[in-house]
């Protein structure tokens, strides 16, 4: 497969009439062939209403039809592991094993999702039976279950250009539970995106499905992605970013005549709370971990631990342990020159804050980009005082609070904005003095963590990768593991419906043999 | 009990700062005593303060204890019916059945959430046991239940003074999943709402709850609303009530700092298509039935049939049909006088619309605010033309639109906005021929009706009272029935936690007994 570097809209190239644009080796500062072709308004109009054509049939197809379209994608994808992979690490300078796991990690998430609706139960099909002797009033037989919203618009994140971006969790949710995905390409990485984006489409087609159940567009600026969430075909969105980008995304949705839901996440600093008893009996392997957590993939991870929550009486200890092992670490360059700009940037802006004192640092790395990870350190009452120390600087860097007792922790633990994930490092027998610190943590995050590092998150049935807001657009959702599925879904009734005209998870025989909750019993 | 007048902030009474006003008979046109003080931002943040404080230990609690509130909030209310209905009465010149049989609605609605969080399987416990072997990497385990949100602000609807009002089904969803609860009273029945708040309050003092987990206000104007609504403390909204209103509150909480969920039910015309093979077989039996639905409550129900699609060729049969019954229909008075005004504007408006007709009207009210049962005509294609005819008329009120065959059904079902309920009347046998108007009509609507009417919503599991924009502001929820229970949640993953640590729920030796998703397996 070599790139065309065009849009696709259905089955066919976008014209590109917007210009054209390079991809940029991070790693070296060199651009890359070929040209892109950018589109516009046209491009948009007819992906959308090939998009909201397609929902006509592709919502009427079963789960196991659709789960062949999803393993098809994770098939087609290992096909060309090596041209992605290839293309991967020149797009954005991450190591070719990470880009090989990243691929392993996103085919998994297809088939999971293809199991998922497969199988059918996670549908919450319901049903009441009538009666009509109740008195006063006859009951009406009445069946619900949960149905696709519509046209889906899925951002490509920069830092996963796989798992997150064209054929990502936000696209395999959507198109398992029967929405059309219009993929906005992350402009980083378009040639990566291409690659995903024709595997799909073809994909679509082997499997019989309509055109319009899968669009990828490069979109020039800011203006044309809002226009494309303003088309009255889309009924959601999907968006991994900045908190910048994606409340301007949100705002656009509520604004607009029917307003759609948006589920963005867009930014946290995942604070860990490390208890004086886990300093004092692990504090060389915390800091170890922490070091590595905060430096995978040049911290460019959603849920990199960008604040650290201890006890003044552990600074001394806890301090030289990070400088031990953050000397050490070097990152590789950062995904965007843009990115490593904004990254500096947040450095400096944290060094000049009252009561800010740089704890250690890592190395330099050797690219046009070189970036340093940073442990800054604060005391607790500076902390409290200052909001802008609340802020995520994207990438390797951290911020220690320094706290008087646990009362301090508790109201750091109050004063921080929504999280992804909190963390507490503690020691067996000592966590109930911290009851409280977990109670507020549970009110401020996703995923709360014990004795370990926020980083990493498993792609399961109970994963919850979704917090209050700043760090996601609605806290009520997840975008990894299978609950993703419920993102892109609403809840229909069937009032006294013949069972013909009913969906086969809500006819009588449950030929689909899924479980269902049965007048008020959940029956396996 | 006696009406003190004022409202209900925590266990005291507000100061009624705003000035005072008095409840309207509408039946006769009579101010009712007592007065009522109006209260402002001082109650406003006392009230919220109050709720957030109640809520770290309100979202402690167990399902069995906040079940224990609601069955004692509905042992209150059963024990002062006569002193509800008969202010109720007044307030609302609703009939003393219906006034009875609405509190036995809200006092079932309480029980119902009761039982619901008593046996705990709906919070979706999931449990992912740890694999410490798992290759590359160990495979952490993961646990996630859903979790509250944290304080509600419930707005009181005019057209159920119980069941969607202060005691209504969305204070108690919220109750029952472990949210405190701001009322809003609606001042068209402020002693019914101050009769019913001050059970709720007796109920949190003899549950020994925190006095937080409740206030009823009294606020006079929508900015004092909005200010609510935009408290910081205030993590989600319900509302049900017009379009407008809805909106304006919509847009007041995603423009919040911290933009919130609200559950807004706005709208709906809730269509009624009626097949030719409906007509011929029972044309008489289907005016009758949609006279009385139409009229039921004087029109004053969400799902009120606003509109009605038949053919042509059936015109001269329905429109007689529908003479015979609606000429015999009177509706009592509406629920207050701009309610009647507005109704009044509604039916002046269509009728000036190019190509509508009056097919039948009923019999005026003898009232200070009489008001007639009207059914319009129009052809399918001036319908189709303009989208003034698809406005709620709130009120015993219906369009009958004729169309040239079954595209014409199409068509109409293709141009309608999003609605609770739509409709088919249909004969058996007939109904293959229509599958593309009930897969459109999905698309459409949250509850799909058959050979019945929309009015009457049963509560239950499967019920789905909430439909795409504009009938509610959100599509994927639903303000009655046990899956209301969710809006106000958000699933929240435990990675690695101490079994003591966790909820009961979530506890290894599932304590509670509840249904779980137990490594990918429902386990009951």
Same mark, same amino acid.
């Given at each position: ?84 992979? #290839?293309?991967? @690490? $020149?797009?954005?300078?991450? !190591? /070719?094993?990470?880009?090989? *796991?990243?691929? =392993?990690?996103?085919? +998994? ?113 800011? #203006?044309?992605? @809002? $226009?494309?969430?303003?088309? !009255? /075909?889309?009924?959601?969105? *999907?968006?991994? =970013?900045?908190?910048? +980008? ?25 604070p860990v709370f490390i208890t004086r008893g886990a300093v004092a009996a692990r504090c060389d392997a915390i800091a170890q971990g922490f ?14 631990p960008?604040l650290v929550v201890i006890d003044n009486a552990d600074r001394d200890a806890f301090v030289a342990a990070i ?36 704890l ?17 350190g604060?005391s607790a009452?500076?902390f ?16 220690v609070v320094f706290c008087d007792g646990a009362s301090d922790f508790l109201k750091v633990a ?8 909190a963390t507490v490092q503690y020691e067996s027998g000592e966590l109930e003095s911290f009851t409280d610190l977990v109670?507020q943590l ?7 963590v014990f004795n370990a ?72």
């Open positions: 497969m070599s790139l065309v570097g065009k849009s696709l809209v259905g089955s066919e190239f976008g014209s590109g009439s917007e210009g054209e644009f390079k991809a940029i080796n991070p790693a070296s500062g060199e651009t890359l062939e070929p040209a892109f072709g950018l589109d516009g308004k046209d491009a948009i109009n007819k992906a959308t209403s090939l998009a909201a054509e397609a929902f006509q049939s592709f919502k009427l197809t079963s789960g196991a039809k659709r789960a062949q379209l999803l393993r098809t994608i994770a098939s087609g994808l290992e096909a060309n592991v090596d041209a992605i992979a #290839q293309r991967m @690490q $020149e797009e954005t300078a991450l !190591p /070719e094993g990470r880009c090989r *796991g990243e691929m =392993g990690r996103t085919c +998994g998430q297809l088939r999971m999702f293809a199991d998922l609706v497969e199988e059918g139960s996670w549908l919450d099909a319901r049903v009441e039976h009538a009666d009509p002797d109740r008195a006063p009033l006859p009951k009406p037989g009445t069946r619900s279950m949960l149905r696709p919203l519509g046209p889906v618009v899925v951002f490509g994140a920069s830092n996963f250009p796989l798992a997150f971006s064209v054929a990502g969790g936000d696209t395999a949710s959507a198109l398992a539970v029967g929405c059309p995905v219009i993929a906005k390409a992350h402009l980083a990485h378009p040639g990566t995106s291409e690659l995903v984006g024709r595997v799909i489409q073809e994909s679509v087609a082997t499997c019989g499905m309509p055109e319009g159940v899968f669009s990828l567009l490069f979109l020039p600026g800011e #203006q044309l992605a @809002q $226009e494309l969430v303003q088309s !009255p /075909e889309v009924k959601a969105v *999907g968006f991994t =970013g900045s908190r910048r +980008g994606g409340r301007a995304i949100m705002d656009v949705a509520a604004a607009r005549p029917e307003p759609i839901p948006v589920f963005a996440e867009m930014s946290s600093i995942n070091a590595g957590s905060l430096t995978l993939g040049s911290g460019q991870f959603c849920t990199n960008g400088d031990k092992y953050l000397t050490k670490m070097s990152c590789t360059p950062m995904l965007t020159p843009a990115i490593a700009d904004h990254y500096r940037q947040g450095l400096e802006a944290f060094a000049s804050q009252d009561g800010v004192t740089v250690g640092s890592g190395a330099g790395a050797d690219s046009p980009n070189p970036i340093t990870p940073t442990v800054f604060v009452e500076k409290l005082a200052n909001g802008a120390l609340s802020a995520e600087i994207f990438g390797p860097a951290s911020l109050g004063a921080i904005e929504g999280q992804l994930t109670s549970e009110s401020k995050a996703g995923r709360l590092f926020p980083t990493g998150v498993e792609v399961g049935h109970a994963m919850v990768h979704g917090g209050p807001y700043p760090s996601t657009s609605d806290g009520r959702s997840t975008s990894v593991g299978t609950q993703a599925a419920f993102r892109f879904c609403r809840p229909v009734c069937w009032q006294d419906c013949p069972d013909e005209l009913l969906p086969k998870e809500l006819q009588e025989s449950n030929p689909l043999g899924i479980t269902r909750l049965v007048d008020g019993k959940r029956v396996i």
